[in-house]
Every structure is written in structure tokens, then in C-alpha cells.
């Protein structure tokens, strides 16, 4: 069964330093998002993107951020310069459509910030 | 915004009973669909079962159904027959006809006792 891969499954960085989260999409999805959630607390929406472009992004999800889709295949979030805050797991999700279709999500990569 | 509200933080079930998770939202949208996510201790999101906001039948997945009443703005889930490999924590998520975030609420941990 397709699924959402991310790469890498943890990452530790250094405060102000640029980290860029990679994930691979299912295959035939055209819908592309990225959630995170700060231990103990709910999952919170970041971005999504569409035919190469933003189509909806939250307030978290502000200058610091930004996603791209490189190739065919991976769709990434880059945090140009982290904060302590940032510390987080992020989850890229997928799905076919918009609306009604499920979005499926990757396993996620677990930031830590020091 | 959508408010997603999920009141019990635990809940506990014995195996092969059944247990009832609550969640309820707020929204003056008529169309909108709803979902229960499951994220065990690996962390990986994992759906559980959707329902449109158009239907008025219930959806089920197997062990898995909700009660979806519209007017009180209620979506329960309900696990018939517990088994310990549904320990996890439930996310319940709203997202808009017109939108493509998930929201989600804050959660129930439910522990499955032998």
C-alpha cells in the first residue's frame, strides 16, 4: 500500500540555523501539507500546496517557513533560521483531492532545537 | 475558526468492551467533513473513519463507528470490542467544504487494560 516517507525520521540543530524537512508524497496525490505538534499538545496545521503554490497557510506559518516541491516526487519545509519554539514533530501529509479526501501522513520527523 | 473540543483527556476500556469517545465543534458551515485520527505510540496519524457532513447515516469501519449528530455539533466515536492494539491516543479533526486544513482537538488518551 502507498505511503507518506519522511526523511529524517529526528533531526537536532542549533538555534538560527536553517534545517529543511523532506517528505515523499503518495504517488498519484496533488495535494501536499505539513503539520506539527509541539509535545503534549494537539496537532496544529501549517501549510498546504497545490499545483505549486500555497494554497492555505496558518499564522504559524509565517517568513520563517516556506515549502517547495523540487521534483516530481519530494515536497520540503525549510525553517530558514530555528527558534527554541520550533522543537516540534512534523508531519507531511498527502491526498488526491481536496475536501472530502483523506489525507494520509507521513510518520513524521521529530525537530529538536538546542 | 473552527473550535474543535475533545472534553475527556483519558479514557479506559477493558478489552473487548466497548468505549465511546466524545468530541464535539463549532461551526456555522452547513457542508464540512469530519474525521477520528488514531496516533499510537510510534506517532504516526493513522485514519480511523470519516463522515460528510451531507450524510445522515452513520459511518462505520469495522469495530469503528460514530454518531454523527449534526444539529448538536457531535461527533462520538465509538470502539466496539476493544483490543489492546487500540491503545492510543484519538484525534478528531475538522476540516471545511471551502478550506484544507485539518483541525484538530486535543485529543483523548485511551488505555486498553487486559
Known amino acids: 500500500e502507498p505511503e507518506v516517507t519522511q526523511t529524517p525520521s529526528h533531526q537536532v540543530t542549533q538555534m538560527g540555523q536553517e534545517v529543511i524537512l523532506r517528505c515523499v508524497p503518495i504517488?498519484?496525490?496533488?495535494?501536499f501539507y505539513w503539520y506539527r505538534q509541539i509535545l503534549g499538545q494537539k496537532v496544529e496545521f501549517l501549510v498546504s500546496?497545490?499545483?505549486?503554490?500555497?494554497s492555505e497557510k496558518s499564522e504559524i506559518f509565517d517568513d520563517q517557513f516556506s515549502v517547495e516541491r523540487p521534483d516530481g516526487s519530494n515536497f520540503t519545509l525549510k525553517i530558514r533560521s530555528t527558534k527554541l519554539e520550533d522543537s516540534a514533530m512534523y508531519f507531511c501529509?498527502?491526498?488526491w483531492g481536496s475536501g472530502k479526501e483523506t489525507q494520509y501522513f507521513g510518520p513524521g520527523t521529530r525537530l529538536l532545537v538546542l | 475558526a473552527q473550535t474543535v473540543t475533545q472534553s475527556q483527556p483519558e479514557m479506559s476500556v477493558q478489552e473487548a468492551e466497548t468505549v465511546t469517545l466524545s468530541c464535539t465543534y463549532d461551526?456555522?458551515?452547513?457542508?464540512?467533513?469530519l474525521f477520528w485520527y488514531k496516533q499510537p505510540p510510534s506517532r504516526q496519524m493513522i485514519l480511523v473513519i470519516r463522515?460528510?457532513?451531507?450524510?445522515?447515516q452513520n459511518a462505520t469501519e469495522n469495530r469503528f463507528s460514530v454518531n454523527f449528530q449534526k444539529a448538536a455539533k457531535s461527533f462520538s466515536l465509538k470502539i466496539s470490542d476493544s483490543q489492546l492494539g487500540d491503545a492510543a491516543m484519538y484525534f478528531c479533526?475538522?476540516?471545511?467544504?471551502?478550506?484544507?486544513?485539518?483541525?484538530f482537538g486535543k485529543g483523548t488518551s485511551l488505555l486498553v487494560t487486559p
Open positions: 479533526a475538522y476540516r471545511s467544504n471551502s478550506g484544507y486544513a485539518l483541525n
Open positions: 463522515q460528510e457532513a451531507y450524510k445522515q
Open positions: 500546496f497545490y499545483n505549486n503554490e500555497i
Open positions: 501529509a498527502s491526498s
Open positions: 504517488s498519484n496525490h496533488l495535494y
Open positions: 461551526t456555522s458551515e452547513s457542508d464540512y467533513y
